[in-house]
């Protein structure tokens, strides 16, 4: 009987799936694209989060020594590797750090000559933190300065921060969006299962005079809306999908020459589930809030 029962929910259920017509197809149209531009948004920002936490971390500390003497300095280099938090110190002497200075200055570095006056630079050390010690940049400069020999740290602290707060500003903008999503979902689905409660008002009276329960009237239309909800998931994803197989070897070619081997990460398999169980709730919500107030009429 069980058995029996289920068949039937399931055989009205595909019914008002075929049946649907344009409403159907419009929920289901709605659902995706707004799913579709929720997934595109997470992939960017799971992106972009990451290349920020990749630079947060590894953008290197300079440290000026006060130290004369090649032997010297190199006693400070190894202070400074032996610190927690510290992957790699390069010791960079007075005449490749003015060479550098010349690359960067370009043309104009022409007038920096080896013998220039009142052009003095000092033994430096490049200090790489290491990605996984879970110190910060704070705390790392403030050891490094504490090491004897050590003039002055710097660390582009400061640009690293505005990175993170732009992320932290997509993050909300995401969750903005997010919410603007599935009010749109529900408010779509909602109005496309009453389309059909009507269009069955006569069906549905009769079931309920020859005993049919609000359960058994209900269950076929909740089927409905997530069947909706999960058609419009699943067409997002592989619109996502595809996109990302389209253009993430553009954007590698593209970008890796300045910033490195850019590689676009695909959408995780996690998010993806989510994004799918998402589209199911919001199907399910939608017609639950349909029939609630089409039973109770």
């Not at 109005?191 to 079931?207: F, G, H, S």
Request: charged share 15%.
């Amino acid at each position: 009987m069980t058995l029996s029962l289920v068949v039937t929910l399931l055989r009205h259920s595909a019914r008002n799936v075929r049946h649907g017509g344009l409403p159907f197809f419009f929920a289901t149209l709605m659902a995706g694209v707004g799913l579709f531009g929720l997934a595109v948004f997470s992939t960017v920002l799971l992106n972009l989060q990451r290349v920020a936490d990749t630079v947060g971390e590894s953008v290197s500390a300079v440290a000026f020594l006060t130290t004369d003497s090649a032997l010297a300095a190199e006693e400070v280099r190894t202070r400074i590797e032996q610190l927690p938090g510290v992957a790699a110190a390069k010791l960079v002497t007075p005449e490749a750090a003015l060479s550098r200075v010349k690359r960067s200055l370009g043309e104009a570095g022409s007038v920096l000559t080896d013998d220039a006056a009142g052009v003095s630079l000092g033994w430096i050390v490049e200090v790489q933190p290491e990605l996984s010690s879970g110190a910060t940049a704070g705390g790392l400069v403030a050891r490094i300065g504490e090491v004897d020999g050590v003039d002055e740290v710097m660390h582009p602290g400061g640009e690293v921060e505005r990175v993170r707060a732009l992320m932290r500003l997509l993050r909300g903008a995401g969750i903005f969006l997010a919410v603007l999503i599935a009010m749109v979902t529900i408010i779509v689905v909602r109005n496309t299962v009453r389309l059909t409660l009507y269009a069955r008002r006569d069906e549905i009276a009769i079931m309920k005079l020859v005993g049919a329960t609000d359960l058994f009237v209900r269950v076929p239309f909740v089927l409905e809306g997530l069947s909706q909800g999960v058609l419009g998931a699943g067409a997002a994803l592989f619109g996502v999908y595809l996109l990302h197989a389209t253009i993430a070897g553009v954007l590698k070619v593209a970008l890796s020459g300045a910033l490195g081997a850019f590689v676009l990460d695909p959408l995780p398999a996690s998010y993806a589930l989510l994004i799918l169980a998402s589209g199911a709730l919001l199907g399910t919500l939608g017609s639950v809030v349909s029939l609630g107030r089409f039973l109770r009429v």
